[in-house]
């Protein structure tokens, strides 16, 4: 997915490029995880349960696509487990008391989808607000319109959805939903986005520094608000998905499902300072959260409190080795006041391979000699 | 606006003529009734203190801040620029003071964002790295284009500005001080480029407070003092002194710009001495002796090291190998916080990212590094902060309506003489100035290596950083010369002019 | 390999309630007893995580899979994995809407419903020959959630009829403590003296109103009568200390139902498909009694 | 002519006042008093009874206290340009450490209640607030020294704390019998309750740190540049860390208040979503997530704002149903009429009105 050495030659800097680091490392301890439940649990090590990290948390993924781009803007959108809930309950109350096909219901509550994080958009940009508050007030606001749409969960029995939901794409004896094709698409069509259209480039460029963005005549406006009205769409097609999941509506649905996303995103190497970022770190961090949960119901004999502090302990050691190996791999010790790499005002990070490759940076012989 | 000088006859018609511009800004009257002509295929000059209005000037022509009053006419139509994008638009390309790029993009896109060349629905990267790379190797820069910008120094940064605003044919280029860091070869080489595209009729709009190369590039000078126009003048018409008068309202003695300062007679005890020294992925090897009361210049080319050498006393990049002695005592610098405390002060170059702390006030970042020297509890009582904060102000001549102005507002030379001031303030031992004189105009320049003689004459030693061979030449006492992060030699100064120094940059051994 | 030993692979809520915790400790206790080997998770009160334990269960091959759905819906898609891969589930606790029954083996468990219209019940009882007015406040659980509707819905469909009562005042308390203290401090405030009775949809928020009440100078039990739910050895006290006049019971001890059944299961034996659990209601005159015996 | 100055000069003065960045957030609080005020004519009522204030004003203050104090602590936090979403959960596991360490028991002797606690009440405190202490140490540690990222690094703490919290009361909600402790949260000094004095004790030595030593200024440079701050010689990851672990130390110090008040503690719901409530008060106060300039009272005002509202939906019986509802219009009001260009509006309206006369 790193798009910029399409071009000239190939050399070994590149094999070993600094960005693409943090994903390698990501990968690595993500293989090293599931490595260790294939040795330690007894039916660990199979295909279905390496594409049940994918049928699990399909949604997941979408909505942390959706995320990744906020996220990369600078902004943040904790709206997502909110849009999704409502997305389900929608959906339910359509389908399902008032029978419409779900070849109607899908577009318009994706359509709703986008519409509110237009609306959340046009707050933080034109009214500048900060991120955080608007789509706190929007969490609030999707989680409670649920509740005055329904407080019970609605089932749908509706024919097409069902068998729509409960359809398995055979792979090698496994399977997988349709969701997983969805979100896999997704991710495709999140790659494109952002590596290969200029409003994936601008986004990036607005997190690096969104007053330059602007002073490069770059339309930062715009651009922001169809970053939440992308994370809005994101949040609905998960609403969407985890519908096909759970095939029911509910306000509880999806709880907590922003931090999820977020962890995933930043798992995933996003920086939440705006400006660098990867889809594909997201994904990595989708199954980082996936294969933790895995190992613990492999396990089976954690006590609920155990389960908790094994999550976050083994998201800790993650997090630090992702770290640490970072840090010890790019060679250079932090400068003493490098807050933490790629802070928005970070000084120029002076890589390894200026050095190692010697200087690429030639100058003509200096006036009048 | 001085309505006793006349405007000279216009060649042809204006392309951009901006009328009674006038703008506020809270606290500062920014331009005051402005006029400003610009015509096709000519290079024209704004000049002005800090502070004049020049960038305001700017900025309202682009739409960056909206006009109280006045109007703008383009290629004789009236229009109401509102953002910087109806700019581009409009055939208006500009390169504003500082960088204003996006750190975390590679350079090649900071170059064509926003017209990226696109196949099949999708961004062409081999196309628009190849092109970048022409683009840049026309400005004899050979750089990785891939790479993220914030991996370059700040002078590669500017040459990709600059190449962003010629990479697309426009009507008007301006570039606001786009030669702040740049060595004279870069500058030659831009220059070359500008009067192609002069001979094209493009009409070009340059800011610089360089005399040299105002006069080695400009057709036509416009002076604004104090955001009034003072008047506009064909440049063989302006005598430099004239020129300086009008900016500055008085007399100038151009004379001592270009005179030797440093008298080697004030030399004394070492300060620092720093012994084989050396940050992994950095400089190695460097000998470097600083001695009370004397100004040691460092010459070199851009990316020979020179700020990494600076880094690396000042504490920022950890000594690894060889090390540094304080005063005949072996020192070790964790942090800045500890060059510090053993009385080293730095005025790093890159200003916006490591300078200043823009939304806090004059005051406070003028007292932040004492602050800081002194620790969290020993706080300065207000009234203290004031004081020290007019004292500089008013020694600097920092131009700004009050101490409790945001720094970030005030003009880019303005705030060099806060940074200035900070470290002043600090009564330091020594003080390491990269690029000190960056962005800053003629008179400021000259009290400011006044004030940094002054510094000397009491004690201080110095370590100047300049990209201007002539002012390290001028102002100290000796020079080491960096190639490549290492020391290739030492010259005494005085007897030496900048041919000797670029001859050992060059190769020649001494 | 030790190939008779039975797996039970047990799919929990969450650890959010006493009630829960009791639940927990009651099936991993009962298995211990039994000799069945348990794969217990927990969800996090989230119903996809207890979907993908229940999918890592058919991964890992277990005997029986027993679940307690918090919420009715959502279960076919992954039911019928189960099925598909041949492995019986229970159901305890609460049951689950399917379009197809054959989907789970059996079901344990209480009815939220009915314990709404116990507690409804009792009231009509208590206020027998009493003249109206009597105004209700009632601390409901967390909004949406399965016993907070039916024991609101189970109370609404006894009182309906009888117009001495109304519910003058309804709030979520989220089932805590701090919840029903605060939701009550306001509602003394608000409702100044018009409070009879507060229905509370458990016994924390049933103390913690009780605290409120304290604390505003009236006598909870007598000024206010409280009415709650799960009898927990909280509530048990709160009788006890003539505080609470009764609490409608909730068993959480479905640990030996269940590892019975599983076996009969995984015996490939018929079981019922609805095994209920025996529950009473406890008001305060009976608590002392009781109270010796209650092991939650 | 004496008076027209006289009314010219107040007229600034009130244009001063309305400009000043709390001036907006003081206006929501009160309309929402005044809301509750229109549905509850004794809202403002405040009465004496036995030394004690009584009424719902009282309440309302009372019930603030935990969340005021969360929010102080992680303004300095969010100054730096950080967030501490961990606070609910150092909440829990403070709670719980005091809950089991002083637990206690009733006996009845001779017919009489008396309690007894396991440990003397002042060590449980102690090692509740230590307990805070550390989880922020680690907090920053973790931000500070291996340079995570604010949200993800304290993200594990929010996540593993409850955990914590759950084996320290092994699942249990742990009642407190032992009489002095409720005085923390529910006791009364010179007729207000005793957390009402613990805020403002807290916020007056964030007040004296922030206007008598260099704190405030160190915090607002680290937020808004943390290089050139480092550049200027300031140790940022020094004062990172103690500006993580005062939040760890005043969330701890809001267990021990709402372990006090409800006389228990409940590892799984002590201090649930506390993290958001907290951040919320520290924006609608007006500091800026962004990092830099920071405000303590409006941190305080923020705070007093959500438990009004919160108090609101309850009293004005609000169906619960559509408590979210109610809340996210009132942010999105409170912060729409806070934004710049509502406030240009109303400027630009208010100069043409006076031009126009
Ligand atoms: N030949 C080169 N090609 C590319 N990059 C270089 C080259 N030489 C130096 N650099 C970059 O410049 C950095 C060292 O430059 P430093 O900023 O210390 O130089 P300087 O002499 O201060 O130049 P400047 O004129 O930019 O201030 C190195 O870290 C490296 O990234
Ligand atoms: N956004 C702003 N808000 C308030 N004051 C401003 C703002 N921008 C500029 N000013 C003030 O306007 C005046 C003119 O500034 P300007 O940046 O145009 O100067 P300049 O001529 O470009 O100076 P320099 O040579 O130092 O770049 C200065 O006094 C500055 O403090
Ligand atoms: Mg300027
Ligand atoms: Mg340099």
């Known amino acids: 997915m790193k798009p910029l050495n399409s071009t000239e030659r190939f050399s070994l800097g590149r094999l070993f490029d600094a960005r693409l680091l943090p994903l390698l490392i990501t990968l690595a301890l993500f293989l090293l995880m599931f490595g260790y439940g294939s040795v330690a649990y007894r039916g660990f090590f199979s295909l279905q349960v390496f594409l049940n990290l994918f049928i699990d948390n399909a949604f997941l993924l979408i909505v942390a696509v959706g995320m990744t781009f906020v996220v990369i803007s600078g902004g943040i959108d904790l709206s997502v487990g909110g849009v999704v809930a409502v997305t389900t309950m929608i959906s339910a109350t359509l389908i399902q008391n008032h029978h419409l096909s779900l070849w109607v219901v899908t577009p318009l509550v994706l359509g709703m989808g986008a519409l509110f994080g237009a609306f959340q958009g046009v707050l933080i940009q034109y009214f500048r607000l900060q991120p955080f508050i608007v789509t706190l007030g929007g969490l609030f606001l999707t989680r409670g319109l649920c509740f005055l749409i329904n407080i019970e969960s609605i089932t749908i029995t509706d024919p097409v959805y069902t068998s729509l939901a409960e359809y398995r794409f055979a792979i090698?004896?496994?399977?997988?939903?349709?969701?997983?094709?969805?979100?896999?698409?997704?991710?495709?069509?999140?790659?494109?986005?952002?590596?290969?259209?200029?409003?994936?480039?601008?986004?990036?460029?607005?997190?690096?520094?969104?007053?330059?963005?602007?002073?490069?005549?770059?339309?930062?406006?715009?651009?922001?608000?169809?970053?939440?009205?992308?994370?809005?769409?994101?949040?609905a097609l998960g609403g969407v998905t985890f519908t096909f999941y759970m095939l029911s509506g509910y306000g509880l649905h999806a709880q907590g499902m922003e931090l999820d996303a977020l962890a995933a995103t930043v798992i995933g190497g996003t920086l939440l300072t705006g400006g660098v970022g990867y889809i594909t770190g997201t994904l990595f961090g989708v199954m980082i959260l996936g294969v933790i949960q895995t190992l613990i119901t492999f396990d089976g004999t954690l006590s609920s409190w155990w389960t908790r502090i094994a999550i976050g302990a083994l998201l800790c050691i993650f997090c630090v080795m992702q770290r640490l190996l970072e840090r010890h791999s790019t060679g250079k010790k932090r400068d003493s006041i490098g807050h933490q790499k790629g802070v928005k005002a970070a000084p120029p990070a002076r890589q390894p391979e200026a050095a190692s490759l010697g200087p690429n940076l030639t100058l003509e012989q200096p006036h009048g000699v | 606006m001085n309505a006793n000088t006349p405007l000279p006859a216009a060649p042809a018609l204006p392309i951009l003529h901006m009328r009674g511009i006038d703008k506020r800004?809270?606290?500062?009257?920014?331009?005051?009734?402005?006029?400003?002509?610009?015509?096709?295929?000519?290079?024209?000059?704004?000049?002005?203190?800090?502070?004049?209005?020049?960038?305001?000037?700017?900025?309202?022509?682009?739409?960056?801040?909206?006009?109280?009053?006045?109007?703008?006419?383009?290629?004789?139509?009236?229009?109401?620029?509102?953002?910087?994008?109806?700019?581009?638009?409009a055939g208006i390309r500009t390169v504003y003071q500082e960088v204003n790029l996006c750190p975390n993009l590679s350079v090649a896109e900071n170059i064509y964002i926003g017209r990226f060349p696109k196949r099949a629905g999708r961004i062409d990267w081999a196309t628009l790295n190849r092109a970048a790379a022409d683009l840049l190797a026309g400005l004899a820069l050979h750089i990785d284009v891939t790479r993220p910008l914030n991996t370059y120094p700040i002078a590669v940064q500017q040459m990709v500005a600059i190449a962003r605003a010629l990479s697309v044919d426009a009507r008007i280029l301006i570039l606001d001080e786009p030669t702040s860091s740049l060595d004279e070869d870069e500058v030659q080489k831009l220059f070359t480029v500008l009067r192609q595209l002069k001979a094209r009729g493009m009409a070009i709009l340059f800011v610089t407070h360089f005399l040299e190369q105002t006069y080695g590039i400009s057709d036509r000078?416009?002076?604004?003092?104090?955001?009034?126009?003072?008047?506009?003048?064909?440049?063989?018409?302006?005598?430099?002194?004239?020129?300086?008068?009008?900016?500055?309202?008085?007399?100038?003695?151009?004379?001592?710009?270009?005179?030797?300062?440093?008298?080697?007679?004030?030399?004394?005890?070492?300060?620092?001495?720093?012994?084989?020294?050396?940050?992994?992925?950095g400089v190695q090897g460097l000998d470097l002796e600083i001695r009370a009361g004397e100004v040691l210049g460092l010459g070199g080319l851009l990316g020979s090291g020179r700020t990494e050498t600076a880094r690396l006393l000042f504490g920022v990049d950890g000594c690894d190998s060889g090390q540094l002695a304080v005063g005949g005592k072996q020192a070790h610098f964790k942090s800045p916080h500890d060059a510090i405390q053993h009385g080293i002060g730095y005025c790093p170059e890159d200003r916006k990212t490591e300078g200043i702390i823009a939304d806090l006030s004059v005051r406070e970042n003028i007292i932040l590094a004492l602050q800081a020297k002194r620790g969290l509890f020993r706080?300065?009582?207000?009234?203290?902060?004031?004081?020290?904060?007019?004292?500089?102000?008013?020694?600097?001549?920092?131009?700004?309506?009050?101490?409790?102005?945001?720094?970030?507002?005030?003009?880019?030379?303005?705030?060099?003489?806060?940074?200035?001031?900070?470290?002043?303030?600090?009564?330091?031992?020594?003080?390491?100035?990269?690029?000190?004189?960056?962005?800053?105009?003629?008179?400021?320049?000259l009290e400011i290596m006044d004030q940094v003689l002054a510094l000397t004459r009491k004690g201080l030693a110095i370590l100047f950083i300049s990209s201007e061979m002539g002012e390290v030449v001028r102002v100290s006492h000796r020079i080491a010369v960096l190639r490549d992060r290492r020391k290739v030699g030492e010259l005494p100064a005085g007897s030496v002019d900048e041919q000797a120094v670029f001859q050992l940059i060059a190769g020649g051994e001494q | 390999q030790a190939a008779d030993k039975l797996v039970l692979g047990f799919a929990q809520v969450g650890a959010e309630s006493e009630w829960r915790t009791a639940n927990t400790e009651s099936v991993k206790s009962s298995a211990k007893e039994a000799g069945v080997e348990l794969k217990f998770s927990d969800a996090q009160?989230?119903?996809?995580?207890?979907?993908?334990?229940?999918?890592?269960?058919?991964?890992?091959?277990?005997?029986?899979?027993?679940?307690?759905?918090?919420?009715?819906?959502?279960?076919?898609?992954?039911?019928?994995?189960?099925?598909?891969?041949?492995?019986?589930?229970?159901?305890?606790?609460?049951?689950?809407?399917?379009?197809?029954?054959?989907?789970?083996?059996?079901?344990?468990?209480?009815?939220?419903?009915?314990?709404?219209?116990?507690?409804?019940?009792?009231?009509?009882?208590?206020?027998?020959g009493v003249t109206g007015p009597i105004a209700i406040a009632e601390l409901q659980g967390t909004v949406g959630s399965a016993p907070a509707i039916d024991r609101h819905n189970g109370l609404i469909e006894v009182i309906k009829s009888d117009d001495r009562f109304k519910i003058i005042a309804s709030q979520s308390g989220d089932f805590t403590r701090a919840g029903g203290k605060q939701v009550m401090e306001a509602f003394l405030k608000s409702h100044a003296k018009e409070i009879n009775v507060v229905y509370a949809h458990n016994d924390d928020m049933a103390i913690g109103?009780?605290?409120?009440?304290?604390?505003?100078?009236?006598?909870?039990?007598?000024?206010?009568?409280?009415?709650?739910?799960?009898?927990?050895?909280?509530?048990?006290?709160?009788?006890?200390?003539?505080?609470?006049?009764?609490?409608?019971?909730?068993?959480?001890?479905?640990?030996?139902?269940?590892?019975?059944?599983?076996?009969?299961?995984?015996?490939?034996?018929?079981?019922?498909?609805?095994?209920?659990?025996?529950?009473?209601?406890?008001p305060m005159e009976t608590a002392a009694a009781a109270f010796p015996s209650r092991k939650y | 002519m004496n008076q027209t100055s006289n009314t010219g000069g107040m007229r600034a003065r009130g244009a001063a006042l309305a400009r000043h960045p709390l001036f907006l957030p003081l206006l929501a609080l009160v309309a929402l008093l005044l809301l509750n005020r229109?549905?509850?004519?004794?809202?403002?009522?405040?009465?004496?009874?036995?030394?004690?204030?009584?009424?719902?004003?009282?309440?309302?203050?009372?019930?603030?206290?935990?969340?005021?104090?969360?929010?102080?602590?992680?303004?300095?936090?969010?100054?730096?340009?950080?967030?501490?979403?961990?606070?609910?959960?150092?909440?829990?596991?403070?709670?719980?450490?005091?809950?089991?360490?002083?637990?206690?028991?009733?006996?009845?002797?001779?017919?009489?209640?008396?309690?007894?606690?396991?440990?003397?009440?002042?060590?449980?405190?102690?090692?509740?607030?230590?307990?805070?202490?550390?989880?922020?140490?680690?907090?920053?540690?973790?931000?500070?020294?291996?340079?995570?990222?604010?949200?993800?690094?304290?993200?594990?703490?929010?996540?593993a704390g409850r955990g914590i919290a759950q084996l320290l009361t092994a699942g249990q909600i742990v009642t407190i019998y032992y009489q002095p402790y409720f005085y923390l949260g529910a006791g009364y000094l010179f007729g207000l309750p005793f957390a009402v004095y613990l805020v403002a004790a807290v916020l007056g030595l964030l007040w004296w740190l922030m206007k008598h030593t260099a704190l405030g200024l160190f915090i607002t440079a680290i937020g808004i540049n943390p290089v050139a701050s480092g550049f200027a010689g300031i140790k940022a990851r020094t004062i990172t860390l103690c500006v993580y672990a005062f939040c760890g130390l005043s969330a701890g110090l809001a267990g021990l208040l709402i372990s006090s008040n409800v006389k228990s503690a409940d590892g799984n719901n002590?201090?649930?979503?506390?993290?958001?409530?907290?951040?919320?008060?520290?924006?609608?106060?007006?500091?800026?997530?962004?990092?830099?300039?920071?405000?303590?009272?409006?941190?305080?005002?923020?705070?007093?704002?959500?438990?009004?509202?919160?108090?609101?939906?309850?009293?004005?019986?609000?169906?619960?149903?559509?408590?979210?509802?109610?809340?996210?219009?009132?942010v999105f009001v409170v912060c729409v009429t806070q934004s710049d260009v509502v406030k240009k509006l109303v400027i630009r309206e208010r100069m043409t009105l006076e031009g126009g006369r």
Request: hydrophobic share 45%; glycine share 10%.
């Open chain 4, 270 to 330: 002590a201090g649930l979503l506390m993290e958001l409530d907290a951040i919320l008060a520290v924006t609608l106060g007006g500091t800026s997530l962004g990092g830099g300039h920071f405000s303590l009272i409006g941190t305080l005002i923020g705070a007093l704002i959500i438990q009004t509202l919160t108090y609101t939906t309850y009293s004005i019986g609000v169906p619960p149903e559509a408590n979210l509802v109610v809340k996210a219009i009132v």
């Open chain 3, 45 to 128: 009160q989230k119903q996809e995580n207890q979907i993908k334990a229940i999918r890592s269960y058919i991964a890992q091959k277990v005997d029986v899979i027993a679940f307690s759905p918090v919420v009715e819906s959502g279960w076919e898609p992954v039911l019928r994995e189960a099925k598909a891969a041949k492995i019986p589930v229970i159901l305890t606790d609460r049951a689950v809407k399917v379009s197809d029954d054959s989907l789970y083996t059996s079901f344990i468990g209480s009815d939220f419903l009915e314990e709404g219209r116990r507690g409804g019940r009792w009231l009509a009882d208590h206020y027998k």
């Open chain 2, 221 to 281: 000078i416009t002076v604004l003092r104090n955001g009034e126009l003072e008047g506009e003048y064909r440049v063989d018409e302006l005598p430099r002194l004239t020129l300086i008068h009008k900016m500055v309202g008085r007399q100038i003695d151009l004379e001592s710009l270009n005179q030797p300062q440093a008298n080697a007679a004030t030399a004394g005890e070492t300060f620092l001495n720093a012994r084989d020294a050396g940050h992994s992925g």
């Open chain 2, 379 to 445: 706080y300065l009582p207000k009234k203290r902060q004031y004081a020290i904060a007019d004292e500089y102000i008013k020694q600097l001549g920092i131009k700004t309506p009050d101490a409790d102005r945001p720094i970030g507002l005030l003009s880019g030379g303005n705030q060099q003489k806060a940074l200035l001031a900070r470290w002043m303030a600090t009564d330091p031992k020594m003080l390491i100035l990269d690029e000190p004189t960056r962005g800053i105009d003629v008179a400021a320049k």
């Open chain 1, 172 to 235: 090698f004896g496994c399977f997988v939903s349709a969701n997983v094709v969805i979100a896999l698409v997704v991710f495709a069509v999140a790659i494109w986005l952002a590596h290969y259209s200029t409003f994936g480039r601008v986004i990036y460029a607005i997190g690096g520094n969104e007053r330059s963005a602007m002073l490069m005549g770059l339309p930062v406006a715009r651009t922001k608000v169809l970053v939440y009205t992308l994370s809005g769409f994101c949040a």
């Open chain 2, 25 to 89: 800004f809270p606290g500062v009257h920014a331009l005051k009734n402005v006029e400003f002509r610009l015509f096709p295929g000519e290079v024209h000059t704004l000049m002005g203190q800090n502070g004049a209005g020049k960038s305001t000037l700017i900025k309202v022509l682009t739409g960056v801040h909206p006009a109280d009053a006045g109007e703008i006419t383009l290629a004789g139509q009236q229009v109401h620029l509102t953002a910087p994008e109806a700019a581009e638009a």
């Open chain 3, 209 to 282: 109103a009780i605290q409120a009440i304290e604390e505003a100078g009236l006598k909870p039990g007598k000024d206010i009568i409280v009415v709650s739910f799960d009898a927990t050895k909280g509530g048990f006290q709160a009788m006890m200390a003539g505080k609470m006049n009764v609490s409608v019971e909730c068993s959480p001890l479905l640990g030996p139902q269940l590892m019975e059944t599983a076996k009969l299961v995984a015996a490939g034996k018929p079981v019922p498909k609805r095994i209920v659990t025996k529950e009473t209601v406890y």
């Open chain 4, 38 to 159: 229109a549905f509850n004519p004794h809202f403002f009522q405040i009465v004496n009874q036995d030394g004690h204030w009584f009424g719902s004003l009282i309440d309302i203050l009372n019930r603030a206290s935990p969340l005021a104090l969360v929010a102080l602590g992680m303004t300095p936090v969010i100054a730096t340009r950080g967030v501490d979403v961990s606070v609910g959960a150092v909440v829990a596991i403070s709670a719980a450490t005091a809950a089991v360490l002083i637990g206690g028991q009733m006996h009845i002797v001779n017919g009489v209640e008396t309690y007894a606690s396991n440990v003397p009440m002042s060590v449980a405190i102690l090692a509740a607030l230590g307990v805070g202490l550390l989880c922020g140490l680690w907090n920053g540690t973790l931000v500070a020294w291996v340079g995570m990222q604010p949200i993800i690094a304290t993200l594990i703490l929010m996540v």
